[in-house]
């Protein structure tokens, strides 16, 4: 036993050692921090010390250069918790999200912004955008896509009032598993257990796979899990993290009816984001309802080679104009190929605004 | 417009490379946490990679260390997640916690196990310690002293009937100010907004000082700071987050009317936890009713300078004891005098059970 004590120690002595070397880098990171926002005060007035671009260039920057033993996702992670608290040195940055606390727009908002970020939950989406036009915060946070939920229209028409724009995104992605315990086999399962939302985000799988299996709905996926562990002929619909945490099998993974089972979120600013090297850029377009008007209308993203991420058909609600688009995609508005393009399709549409240009989600 | 341009490209360039170091040596770290596994996963049966002494030595030491521009406390956090992230490489702690989401107790426990431990709600103390003595987790939080709520009996009672043990502590303080807009003057303070527990926990303030305003309750303390932006007339009682979120002044700071308004919780676990240097002990003393029993009981604490932090007594629930008290004092149970002193603590007791020795609280 004293072999391990020693070698133990001699580890110890290394991690403090190494321990003092990342205190006085990360001491270092955030004087300059201070410095470039002195700078920054002096020559812009009303300056802007948190950059979604040179943050989003500094994130992917670090993913590249990792090779271990911590995974890419865990040391960016690591690194949004140093630019954080190295930026709310000077300026922390103010955030409103949708609320209320818990929620995976709160989880979106410390992802993006990690913890140093001073962030207060709002009740509605309206109220979230009425406090970044205000000025009241620097930043707001917003559910656009969700499978279950449906909140994508709100969102959407907030900006067809405002003239907030988009400064980033934040997916987070939402995977299903059907998990049992040890010994469990597929034949023995006449049971399963998840919370309402999981059944109804599955079900096509489960109709197909589990056809005659009881459902039950318990209060979280976290509970069907710990139901699980000691029913030999029960399964549990639930995530990683529940099935870490009990110790289960996955009997099938991803079980999701949509593989892309995730919220997007958008963060909304006052901002006009410079290219990041790997952008987004969303617009609105308004259009007559006249044949042929949206093939037309695409032409030119085609013919540019230009890859649209997402397109929405709203109705128009001002009455003026039959229809209104949402068209995400990659490429920033400055790029000369997408501005080209821009100009092209301004002159097919009755209408053409742009909601921003952002780095592309890095986490 | 030059000028700032190069010194600003120079920073970053400095930035990167400091960053290219901070990878680096956390990577070490990383690696250096792998080490201390291996050897422990060989050398100990059920080995506990998590040892709640390392880390407060580690936070101590960083926070002493450090000499800005971020504050210790900051410091302290990043090194939190540095250390989660390197102890989830091999085994992630996990930890159940009392829920729901969003709660005052998952942020003690993020605060305490850092974001790369897996943790899941309860929906009462009494499943937290379930989960605990089941093996499902490695630790449990569950709050214990709380200046509005009164959860404390039942955390206290669960440890009765267990043989859990206190593993550590977790502070949350919260403080109150009475926040106005920059022109408004205290004479014209006619209504405050607050959340109604807000109100609870301010009352005897209020009421002396200002006994005629109008007291609105409101949804959140958020809510009601973001009313008073725009009347000069009203105040809000609410906390540092908001008062910086809404860019207003102080009043009067600290107004709860209990000066250590805060709460506080303990980490459950299976572990006997060694001596960090600054550590408490929780005790549990069961009595006979008899005149001075309870002076006679605390005599050694006196004479061996032993420092009572809490003493709670509460009705022993057996019926064969007449009294139970939990003690909390200052030192750790394997140092000399704390040793003695408990002996005799023994001898005079019907009844000693100690719930654990663990390091204070550090953040």
Chains 1, 2 share one sequence.
């Not at 209320?100 to 962030?119: C, D, M, R, W």
């Not at 597929?186 to 399963?192: L, N, T």
């Not at 039959?322 to 000369?336: L, M, Q, S, T």
Request: aromatic share 6%; proline share 5%; charged share 25%.
């Amino acid at each position: 036993m004293t072999e391990p004590s020693v070698s133990l120690e001699a580890l110890r002595q290394r991690i403090d050692a190494l321990d003092n070397d990342i205190l006085r880098l990360i001491s270092e990171r955030a004087a300059c921090a201070q410095e470039v926002a002195a700078i920054k005060a002096e020559h812009e007035s009303g300056g802007v010390f948190y950059r979604p671009e040179r943050e989003a260039q500094v994130l992917r920057r670090v993913m590249e250069l990792n090779h271990g033993p911590l995974d890419s996702e865990e040391m960016a992670r690591l690194f949004r918790e140093i630019m954080s608290a190295c930026l709310a040195l000077e300026q922390p940055v103010k955030v409103a999200y949708l609320g209320p606390e818990g929620t995976f727009t709160q989880q979106a908002s410390l992802k993006h912004f990690g913890e140093s970020a001073i962030s207060l939950p709002m009740a509605a989406i309206d109220e979230v955008f009425r406090e970044v036009e205000a000025g009241a915060v620097n930043y707001g946070v917003v559910p656009v896509e969700n499978s279950t939920e449906g909140v994508i229209n709100h969102t959407l028409d907030s900006f067809m009032d405002s003239s907030l724009r988009i400064c980033g995104e934040v997916v987070l992605r939402i995977h299903h598993h059907l998990l049992v315990g040890e010994t469990t086999r597929r034949d023995k399962v006449s049971r399963i257990y998840s919370h309402p939302q999981s059944f109804a985000q599955c079900r096509k799988w489960l109709d197909a796979h589990f056809p005659h299996a009881e459902r039950v709905p318990v209060s979280s996926n976290a509970e069907a899990a710990r139901l699980v562990k000691t029913e030999w002929h029960s399964a549990a619909i639930a995530g990683d993290m529940a099935a870490k945490l009990y110790d289960l099998s996955k009997l099938a993974e991803k079980i999701e009816d949509r593989p892309d089972n995730s919220t997007r979120f958008l963060i909304i600013g006052n901002q006009d984001v410079p290219i990041s090297g790997e952008d987004k850029t969303s617009l609105v377009v308004a259009m007559r309802n006249q044949p042929g008007a949206l093939h037309d209308l695409l032409e030119p993203f085609h013919r540019h080679h230009i890859d649209m991420t997402r397109l929405e058909t709203r109705p128009s609600r001002s009455g003026v104009w039959n229809y209104v688009f949402f068209i995400d995609f990659k490429g920033h508005r400055e790029e000369p190929q997408v501005a080209a393009m821009l100009e092209e399709v301004k002159l097919r549409a009755a209408e053409v605004k742009v909601l921003g240009s952002y780095p592309v989600g890095v986490l």
